[in-house]
C-alpha cells in the first residue's frame, strides 16, 4: 500500500531546470496582465508625473506596448464620460489609480474606488464615468492592441461601425 511517505523527492528540484518554466518578458495570460497592471499601479512615480488633465476632453497616453498588448494612462474630471462601448476583440484590464469611477453596463452599476480593478472579454459593453467632484485617473491594458472601439446604445447595440 502506497502512502505519502512513498514519494520522494530525490536531490534538489531547482536542479533539474527543464521542469521550470521560462520567465516570461511580456505578459500573456489574464492572470499576467491583471499583475502587470498592478505592477505599474504601485509604481506611482513611474506614471503620476505623466498626468495631464483636460476640461474639453478625457485625456489619454500610451504608456507602454509589447508584443500583442498596449497600457494606457487615462485621466477622468468631474462629469467626463467614455459613452457606452465595447473594445471589439480586445480583452482588458481596467484599473482605477486615483479617484473614483463608476462603471456602467446594460444591467447595472459599479463604483470602482483607487485600486480596483476590472477585467473583460472582448464585447463586453460598458461605460465608465466620472460621478465624483474630484478628478480620476486609470490604466487600462488592451490584449491584442486596441484597434476599435464601436460605441452603442442604451440597450447596448452597437450604433457607430468600429473605429480603426
Known sequence: MNSDSDLQIAGDILEVPHLLQARR????TVA???GLARSIAADRAQWEPL????ATARWYHRLRTGPGY??????????QRSGLHDH???SGV??????????????GKRVLAAGAQRVFAPGYVHE???????PAVSLHVYHPGLTEMPMHDT???AVSAPVA
Open 25 to 28: 518578458e511580456h505578459p500573456a
Open 32 to 34: 499576467e496582465f491583471v
Open 51 to 54: 498626468v495631464r488633465y483636460d
Open 70 to 79: 498596449e497600457v494606457w494612462l487615462l485621466s477622468w474630471v468631474p462629469g
Open 88 to 90: 471589439g476583440p480586445s
Open 94 to 107: 481596467l484599473t482605477v489609480l486615483d479617484g473614483t469611477l463608476t462603471e456602467r453596463t446594460p444591467g
Open 128 to 134: 465608465v464615468v466620472n460621478d465624483a467632484l474630484e
Open 155 to 157: 440597450a447596448g447595440c
